[in-house]
């Protein structure tokens, strides 16, 4: 076997690695959640309310009788109030396939009225679909998210073969 080849099993035996993987995992998960938090999607799109005025007041709203993010504004559409939905943003990973998979977990707490009754939780994956239908697409495939990908798979590969050539 020559170097070539070598270096070939390396990249393949690096790319099925969970550790690898799930830093990987990690990393587009930490890009998803910053850029949603921006009001925006990982495409750039901007996320927009097609009522500004009356989103604005339902967030003010709920913003009375509930903890806020730090990064909730009324007026901007981020998809935080609480933040419970973007901290659910998640990965799986598969290393036998190379995969990982980005994904939403758990149940959003209700909201707080102003009764001080709370409203029933809510899976996550139920409100992102919403969101979706919406035109509030989060968790979206773009040429921007590839490309930040493969800057990371192609820096941890580096870093990883730099370590087992030498």
């Given amino acids: 076997m020559d170097i070539v080849d070598a270096i070939i099993k390396k990249i393949e035996a690096i790319l099925k690695d969970k550790d690898f993987l799930d830093k990987v995992g990690a990393d587009v998960v930490f890009i998803f959640k910053g850029t949603t938090r921006t009001g925006k999607n990982v495409a750039g799109q901007k996320f927009q309310f097609k009522d500004k005025k009356k989103a604005s007041k339902r967030r003010e709203q709920v913003a009375k009788y509930n903890k806020t993010h730090p990064t909730f504004s009324k007026g901007r559409a981020n998809v935080t109030i609480t933040g419970e939905l973007v901290d659910s943003i998640t990965h799986k990973v598969d290393s036998n ?20 009754t709370t409203g029933k939780s809510v899976p996550n994956k139920k409100i992102l679909k919403g969101l979706g239908e919406k035109g509030f697409t989060i968790l979206i495939e773009s040429e921007k998210i590839n490309e930040k990908i493969t800057k990371k798979v192609k820096e941890e590969l580096r870093r990883r073969l730099k370590n087992k050539i030498s």
């Fill in 97 to 116: 396939s190379s995969a990982i998979t980005i994904t939403v977990e758990g149940d959003h707490k209700g909201y707080k009225n102003k009764n001080g």
